[in-house]
């Protein structure tokens, strides 16, 4: 990586004083807050150091092999299972029992590591709350260390949060979810972090500085002896499974804590990984508590993964849904794969939220939670996600209902059918029309979730939806595939074919709309013609960048050096 991409001044030129105590090889280019301070102590971020000098040239290893997939993808191979590891998926072994203290997670929540956030999600009736410091969070300074103070303290149950405007004190009920925590992906970096001159990996500074802080109060207050408990995003490869089972077995070590205490739940989220969902357990076979279908993700991913592929360009975004062949496979397999190793299988997220000004649409939009819920319980799926509050009751009915005081499914639901999906069922090209409304959805959301994500917001409630980097993501590849292959909108019944010139009206009539939706104060005092620029830099970019967010992020690294006379 490039360092002056972070706009770091040369090696030689000046030499930089933290204003936090660091162990030797490490420097500290986030702003010094004394709240920060008794996060990033020094004994805290040599175990980060400590995890990134052990695994960064695995970790560089694994970024190299998804190049070298992709690769192969984009001269014409598919996606596929793995001779060389059929023995594990044909073997007959298990991951270790789950802990009783998450073996129900009916419905969980998610959402960003911000203060009132926890404390709501916690105190949701969720039987899970993910705290995230990936797709729903912006990743500055400010947000990542922020979350680090509040994690701390809801794990210690102390946290608080007084909203001013309107004079109420946000505290934690008696009973409150489990805590997850999801750290970033191995693609991205932790700027403001350097180690050995090197930036940090993001994923290593969330799980090290969350785990170092809070695995004794956790395991005694909240685990049952059991824990932290993870959710693992963004993985291609059971052998970058492999590395996270290692960064655990170290953490236990460390802690000195019984092998297996930490467990996680891996998001499948990519397309290459649904060809190795055995092997990822296998390889978390002491760590792990199951799978997820990170479903919004893996529709980014089938487009990413065939963007060299004019043969296999996706409808309408909103036409990809559960229904389609390609995504109810992966879904079966999944809970086939989970059940059979003796793990949750956890369903999708619903990103619908509450429609508080018109109750007849409101109603609308639950019964298409309820119907999808109600689609993933009789599937087999042990739990679900949601992304507001204002659905849980609907979503723990149903489960309650069709599983009864069953915690689980593990044993009851085993979809032996499933056995039989091939390599095409999960690949079969999605069936629909694309249309001059989906390009215009498509930019209208993109441009508006990177304005939110340049300004701190990760998680944007739009057009009654949660959007977050995934389904921005989604926009992003699918209007690049549009742009790249000159498809024909053959839903309009115009044959209008989409071009740069096309492209280019979108957004400014995108862009107007947008305007009058906002209101002109916000749209000239929010970051909408950056987030334009990206967006459209990205959509129009000769060749497909792999995230948004990895460029998008060069705009948040605010550094704070004390720089002292020339060496």
Not at 210 to 239: D, I, V, W
Not at 429 to 437: S, W
């Amino acid at each position: 990586m490039d360092l002056g991409t972070y706009g770091y001044p040369p090696p030689t030129a000046k030499k930089i004083i933290s204003n936090y105590e660091v162990p030797e090889g490490v420097e500290v280019r986030g702003r010094y807050d004394a709240e920060f301070s008794k996060i990033l102590t020094k004994d805290a971020l040599k175990f980060v150091s400590d995890l990134q000098r052990e695994f960064r040239n695995h970790i560089k290893y694994a970024l190299e092999c998804r190049k070298e997939a992709k690769r192969r993808y984009n001269e014409g191979a598919l996606p596929g299972f793995d001779p060389a590891t059929r023995y594990i998926r044909e073997g007959e072994w298990i991951c270790a029992p789950v802990p009783p203290v998450v073996s129900d997670r009916k419905v969980e929540i998610t959402g960003p590591v911000e203060r009132k956030m926890i404390i709501n999600a916690l105190n949701s009736g969720a039987k899970v709350f993910m705290a995230d410091f990936e797709d729903a969070l912006s990743p500055s300074w400010e947000n990542l260390m922020r979350g680090q103070v509040n994690l701390k303290d809801a794990v210690a149950g102390s946290i608080t949060f007084h909203d001013k405007a309107r004079n109420k004190v946000y505290k934690l009920n008696d009973e409150i979810a489990k805590l997850f925590v999801r750290p970033r992906g191995w693609h991205l970096p932790e700027a403001h972090i350097l180690i050995d001159g090197e930036p940090a990996t993001g994923c290593l500074v969330d799980f090290g500085l969350y785990f170092y802080h809070n695995h004794s109060t956790f395991r005694r207050t909240q685990g049952a002896g059991f824990g932290p408990f993870f959710y693992l995003p963004k993985m291609e490869h059971s052998r970058e499974a492999k590395i996270w089972n290692k960064v655990f077995e170290k953490a236990e070590k460390m802690a000195r804590i019984e092998r297996g205490s930490i467990r996680a739940t891996v998001l499948i989220e990519t397309l290459p990984a649904v060809f190795q969902m055995d092997e990822i357990l296998y390889e978390l076979r002491d760590h792990s508590v199951g799978l997820n279908c990170g479903r919004w993700d893996y529709i980014f991913s089938y487009v990413k993964t065939f963007h060299a592929h004019p043969d296999r360009l996706l409808p309408d975004r909103v036409q990809v849904g559960m229904s389609q062949h390609f995504m109810k496979s992966y879904s079966e397999l999944l809970i086939r794969t989970c059940h059979r190793r003796g793990v949750h299988a956890m369903g999708g997220m619903a990103a619908q939220i509450p429609i508080r000004d018109d109750p007849v649409a409101n109603e609308a939009a639950l019964e298409l939670v309820r119907k999808d819920k109600l689609r993933e319980v009789k599937a087999g799926h042990d739990g679900t996600w949601a992304a507001h509050p204002g659905l849980i009751p609907s979503c723990m009915e149903i489960f309650n209902n069709n599983m009864g005081n069953a915690p689980n499914q593990i044993t009851t639901m085993k979809r032996e059918d499933a056995a039989k999906l091939t390599k095409e069922d999960l690949l079969q090209i999605p069936r629909g029309v694309r249309t001059m409304e989906g390009l215009r959805l498509n930019t209208r959301v993109g441009i508006q979730y990177v304005a939110a994500w340049l300004t701190g917001s990760g998680s944007v409630p739009l057009y009654n939806l949660m959007e977050d980097a995934a389904t921005a993501e989604i926009s992003r590849v699918q209007n690049w595939q549009w742009l790249k292959y000159g498809v024909e909108l053959d839903g309009d019944g115009l044959g209008v074919k989409v071009n740069k010139e096309l492209f280019g009206r979108v957004v400014e009539e995108e862009m107007d709309r947008i305007e009058k939706e906002v209101g002109k104060d916000k749209f000239k005092k929010g970051m909408y013609k950056d987030a334009c620029k990206i967006f459209t830099r990205q959509c129009t970019s000769p060749t497909l960048d792999e995230f948004l967010t990895l460029d998008a992020y060069n705009y948040i690294v605010l550094l704070h050096p004390v720089e002292t006379s020339k060496l």
